[in-house]
């Protein structure tokens, strides 16, 4: 495993994993509508994959086998930044509108 220059072991199995898991945590808490549920499912799916994939990379049965996994980890990851902007998007319009709204009642 690669070390960090202050020795710190680089446990890219732990981190997927946990990224992974913290994407779950965070959907759960996130209000369900028809707009949110294709997003949170697609997100949940593409960031889980990540660290999937990389125990199959982990496990090759070749170094063209090993490529093509990370590959995908690569894509994943790519594929989740673009689900994660459609929330945040969402996320910003419904804090404009839930201040517009608490801008309506202060008057």
């Known amino acids: 495993m690669p070390e960090f220059q202050n020795n710190q072991k680089y446990d890219l199995e732990e981190r997927t994993a946990e990224f992974g898991e913290n994407v779950i945590d965070t959907c759960r808490v996130i209000k369900q509508d028809a707009i949110t549920r294709p997003v949170i499912s697609q997100l ?51 804090t404009l509108i839930f201040g517009k709204i608490v801008s309506k009642l202060k008057n």
């Open 44 to 94: 949940v799916r593409s960031s889980t994959s990540i660290g999937a994939n990389y125990m199959e990379a982990n496990a090759a049965s070749s170094k063209r086998d090993f490529r093509n996994k990370i590959f995908i980890c690569k894509k994943e990851c790519q594929e989740t930044k673009h689900w994660l902007r459609m929330l945040a998007k969402e996320s910003q319009e419904l």
